[in-house]
């Protein structure tokens, strides 16, 4: 099959088509509102953990450590009266991106083996910390009792997941259309050939380390508010929200859709979470086997993920 020539114009029409279909599942699947908008969720927290280590090359196996903080900095804020919905996301974005940027400092001078130890060392460090702290956290309980106002003084959050569904496409669109004009601005190139040879980089004169820890910091940043998305929707933050195994399930996730593409995040998130949702539906007892196999099965028959089959199918350019 030769591949299908687009023009940009064409290519803009289809990133339309893609929000224009997950904004309509809200009338096509109202059923299953709980489940997209935790799809979107963990699209936006892949697409965090794309910035820092698909395109700025951060090997990370601890972004967790963001995604609950930020779902314990919103969590916290409901359960003790301060209910305003954005406003708890900007303080999750702050706080994680701040803590973020700390940490950069170790991440960022590290060769990859020291960084995998080093982010590894953090989330569990941060896992364990929110345990012992049981009295502020809930511990292995959870934090329960988080309360959100009604979004924009008007709609509540109601059991059928309509509120919730809205508030977290919209939050999600604003934030991949930032992380988007951020990656195609001269700081995203910058990031790009960072990851192709930093070598290069450093030989013309561009601040590496400073792009780095900038990247780093917007990448945990984006991760705090995908978590404190889930806490404000589902008023509820478990202690695996900062686990290593949620840090794993983003990277199956990433890597399922395909690292360093805009979108591979996000179709990740779709393609796993649907095939986690079905097979767990098909065979209650063994459903983790069979997504094991599938996982195992993807990833060796679509390199580069499901982004890097498309592409391979798809020729993006002028047509001759």
Request: aromatic fraction near 10%.
């Amino acid at each position: 099959m030769k591949p299908v020539p687009i023009t940009p114009a064409r290519l803009r029409a289809a990133e339309i088509a893609f929000w224009l279909a997950l904004g309509a599942t809200y009338f096509l699947l109202p059923d299953k509102l709980t489940l997209m908008s935790q799809i979107m969720i963990f699209g936006l927290f892949a697409v965090s953990l794309d910035m820092a280590l698909g395109y700025a090359g951060i090997i990370t196996v601890g972004h967790a450590a963001f995604f609950g903080t930020g779902a314990y900095v919103a969590g916290l804020l409901g359960k003790h009266g301060w209910t305003e919905p954005f406003s708890g996301l900007l303080l999750a974005l702050i706080v994680c991106a701040a803590l973020g940027y700390v940490l950069s400092y170790l991440i960022v001078r590290g060769a990859d083996l020291t960084r995998l130890m080093i982010t590894l060392g953090v989330c569990v460090l941060l896992a364990e910390l929110s345990n012992r702290l049981a009295s502020i956290t809930g511990g292995s309980d959870g934090l329960q009792g988080v309360a959100i106002a009604p979004v924009l003084g008007l709609f509540d959050f109601d059991l059928f997941g309509r509120t919730a569904f809205a508030y977290t496409y919209g939050v999600v669109l604003v934030l991949f259309l930032a992380v988007r004009l951020a990656l195609r601005s001269p700081f995203g190139l910058t990031l790009r050939g960072i990851h192709d040879s930093r070598k290069r980089m450093l030989a013309i004169g561009s601040p590496v380390d400073a792009r780095l820890r900038l990247a780093y910091a917007l990448s945990a940043g984006v991760a705090g508010v995908a978590g404190a998305l889930l806490a404000q929707t589902t008023q509820f933050v478990g202690i695996e929200s900062i686990g290593f195994n949620r840090s794993a399930e983003v990277m199956i996730i990433l890597v399922l859709g395909g690292t360093g593409r805009l979108y591979g995040g996000l179709i990740g998130a779709i393609v796993y979470m649907l095939v986690h949702d079905w097979f767990a539906d098909l065979n209650p007892e063994f459903w983790m086997f069979w997504l094991g196999t599938f996982l195992i099965g993807a990833v060796m028959l679509g390199r580069g993920g499901v982004m890097g089959a498309l592409s391979r199918l798809v020729k993006v350019g002028k047509p001759s």
